[in-house]
């Protein structure tokens, strides 16, 4: 099933919320959650950030954190992918 037929898999936050650990959290939950399997890409930056409703830095932070728990892997050009989290990921997930 292609991703325009099916729920969007991320929301805006709301306004008193708007962190970049949460969009983390968010995006975290979803991978461990299992709506994203190891090698499907993220969508870009600019289009994440337009869906949360925060700033590409906001993102951008919430990335490296991610990328830091080993859930995601993150390459200029080729997009973000998401990792096998149950063979990668550390202590810290």
Request: aromatic share 4%; net charge positive.
């Given at each position: 099933m292609s991703q325009s037929t099916k729920t969007p898999l991320f929301q805006p936050l709301d306004h008193a919320s708007r962190t970049?650990?949460?969009?983390?959290?968010?995006?975290?939950?979803?991978?461990?959650?299992?709506?994203l399997q190891p090698g499907e890409t993220l969508p870009p930056e600019r289009a994440?950030?337009?869906?949360?409703?925060?700033?590409?830095?906001?993102?951008?932070?919430?990335?490296?954190?991610?990328?830091?728990?080993?859930?995601?892997?993150?390459?200029?050009?080729?997009?973000?992918?998401?990792?096998?989290?149950l063979t990668s990921a550390g202590l810290e997930l």
């Open positions: 970049s650990a949460r969009v983390a959290d968010a995006i975290r939950r979803v991978i461990v959650g299992g709506q994440l950030a337009q869906r949360f409703q925060v700033t590409r830095n906001t993102v951008r932070e919430a990335l490296r954190t991610l990328e830091q728990l080993r859930l995601v892997s993150i390459r200029q050009g080729s997009g973000i992918r998401v990792r096998d989290y």
